[in-house]
Structure formats: structure tokens, C-alpha cells
Nanobody, 122 residues
Framework: QVQLVESGGGLVPAGGSLRLSCVASGRALGTVGMGWFRQAPGNEREFVAHITWSGDTTYYEDSVKGRFTITRGNAKNTVYLQMNNLKPEDTAIYYC???????????????WGQGTQVTVSS
């Protein structure tokens, strides 16, 4: 079993920044990709960003390109999401996830964290 714990959420004004962290623990992860998703009230969970095991390849949902950056720690069990120029529409619970064959679809991830709340005030 793998446990994921997110941190770094909070309340920021529009235009502000936050850095989310997610640490994975438990059994050996293997060469898994890691991703961030978000879910706003009344909406479905949506893809935000993904990074491969090596960290060499990343991709983003269109609305966050140029504002968010996903990176991976050297130990490979940590993933970060730097969020700049935040907008009120970024308000959501943010979840990290890991999966061996992960991509932009939630179904491709095997383990999920409990989420961290991000609120952007206008």
C-alpha cells in the first residue's frame, strides 16, 4: 500500500502564489508517474499536471500552463506544484496521485492523497 500526504494549501489573494507538496510513503513505488488533480464544489475532478518518473517530461491542463510548474524531488517520492498568478477559478481541493501508467486520466492512477484546500480570493 502507498500513502500520499499533501500539504501547502491555503487562502491567497488573486495573483498570489502557493507551493503544494506531496510525499509518498509505504511500499516501493517503482517507476511511477505522479500527478495533480483538483476538484471544485459541484465539479468533477480534473487533471492539472503530470510528471514522469524521471522528471524529464511534464504536461499540464491548458488553463494552468505558464502559471503552474510540477517538479519531483530527487528521492522520487515527492512531487511539488508551484502555483503562481493564482486566479479565483483555481479554488479547489488539490489531490496528488501516483500510477505506473499514469497520464491525464484519473483512472490511470493507483493511489490518491486526501487533498489540500486551495482558496483564491478575488
Amino acid at each position: 500500500q502507498v500513502q500520499l500526504v499533501e500539504s501547502g494549501g491555503g487562502l491567497v489573494p488573486a495573483g498570489g502564489s502557493l507551493r503544494l507538496s506531496c510525499v509518498a510513503s509505504g511500499r516501493a513505488l517503482g517507476t511511477v508517474g505522479m500527478g495533480w488533480f483538483r476538484q471544485a464544489p459541484g465539479n468533477e475532478r480534473e487533471f492539472v499536471a503530470h510528471i514522469t518518473w524521471s522528471g524529464d517530461t511534464t504536461y499540464y491542463e491548458d488553463s494552468v500552463k505558464g502559471r503552474f510548474t510540477i517538479t519531483r524531488g530527487n528521492a522520487k517520492n515527492t512531487v511539488y506544484l508551484q502555483m503562481n498568478n493564482l486566479k479565483p477559478e483555481d479554488t479547489a481541493i488539490y489531490y496528488c496521485a501516483v500510477g505506473l501508467y499514469s497520464g491525464s486520466q484519473a483512472s490511470t492512477y493507483d493511489y490518491w492523497g486526501q487533498g489540500t484546500q486551495v482558496t483564491v480570493s478575488s
